[in-house]
Nanobody
């Protein structure tokens, strides 16, 4: 069993900042990639940012220069620092972790989602 616990969502004014965190726990041998996706009402879920074990990152064009993803390999956590937030960033944000369990199986696990609302 693997659990992902997200935190840090909320309501913020345009131009403000929020920090999302996600902690993975359970029968984890190693974590490959960690990332964040988001889904706005009426839209498909989209990739926001990913980070792999060596620290290499990938961002959606819409968030480059505003969002920063980071991870702590020792704690199996991933964070998303979101600055200069815009109303179009409003969405449910989902943590995603690709990992290998102690039994050798590869799992792609999703968090429950956390709401981010950017509004004045």
């Amino acid at each position: 069993q693997v659990q992902l616990v997200e935190s840090g969502g909320g309501l913020v004014q345009p131009g403000g900042s929020l920090r999302l965190s996600c902690a993975a726990s359970g029968s984890i041998k190693s974590v490959n990639s960690m990332g964040w996706h988001r889904q706005a009402p009426g839209k498909q879920r989209e990739l926001v940012a990913t980070i792999i074990r060596d620290g290499s990152t990938n961002y959606a064009d819409s968030v480059k220069g505003r969002f920063t993803i980071s991870r702590d390999n020792a704690k199996n956590t991933v964070n998303l620092q979101m600055n200069s937030l815009r109303p179009e960033d409003t969405a449910v944000y989902y943590c995603n972790v690709n990992l290998i369990t102690h039994w050798g199986t590869t799992i792609n696990s999703w968090g429950q989602g956390t709401q981010v609302t950017v509004s004045s």
